[in-house]
């Protein structure tokens, strides 16, 4: 039954975002609904996710399956995953050449933006808690974290290095730093 409800999850995880960042706050709610990971869990999940080649949304919904259920649970919650966005991509791509040239399809994804917009904040604010304030309480406070997170952010800013170059950079802070 695990995994049913594994791949039910994904499915409206897969449905519920747009991929990417906007995919974690969804997981975290369907994770910790289950009671199948807690919120720590949920973002060592995504850390892993993010560091690993392929999207966000695959490797989260890997990880996490095998987390939750081996590997059969993991291909559940891949194929989970998958089925919406394959679905949609199929009805939108007929669509589209429907809408070709519509510009009320403009105005359309005028409205759409802010919403992915909201949705990669409302994911920052959510990993910022679950690294910065371990207990979920504003009254504990980790610094180490957030003086990587500022240090991370500057050298991207600045450099404009690569992903894997600044996931290392942070990797040897937290050797560093512990």
């Given amino acids: 039954m695990v995994y049913l409800n594994l791949f039910l999850a994904f499915v409206r995880i ?7 960042l906007s995919m974690i706050p969804v997981i975290n709610q369907e994770m910790m609904q289950n009671g199948w990971m807690t919120l720590e869990e949920v973002a060592d999940i995504v850390a892993i996710a ?7 949304g695959i490797n989260c919904a890997t990880f996490a399956g095998m987390r939750t259920a081996g ?15 394959l679905t949609l991509c199929l009805m939108a791509a ?3 050449q429907k809408v070709k040239g ?4 403009g105005h359309v994804m005028y409205g759409v933006r802010p919403v ?17 304030f371990p207990e979920s309480t ?13 240090v991370v952010g500057l050298i991207s800013w600045k450099t404009k290095a690569s992903v894997p170059v600044l996931i290392a950079i942070a990797a040897v802070l937290g050797l560093i730093l512990v």
Avoid: D, R
């Avoid at 992915?116 to 910065?132: P, Q, R």
């Avoid at 504003?138 to 500022?150: A, E, G, R, T």
């Fill in 14 to 20: 897969g449905f519920c975002s747009f991929g990417g």
């Fill in 50 to 56: 993010e560091m690993t080649p392929g999207p966000l």
């Fill in 71 to 85: 590997i059969l649970g993991a291909l559940c919650a891949t194929f989970g995953v998958l089925v919406p966005s």
């Fill in 94 to 96: 007929i669509f589209i």
């Fill in 102 to 105: 519509n510009p009320l399809m």
């Fill in 116 to 132: 992915c917009i909201g949705m990669v904040l409302y994911a920052l604010f959510t990993l910022c808690e679950s690294n910065f």
């Fill in 138 to 150: 504003l009254q504990s406070f980790y610094f180490k974290p957030v003086l990587i997170s500022i």
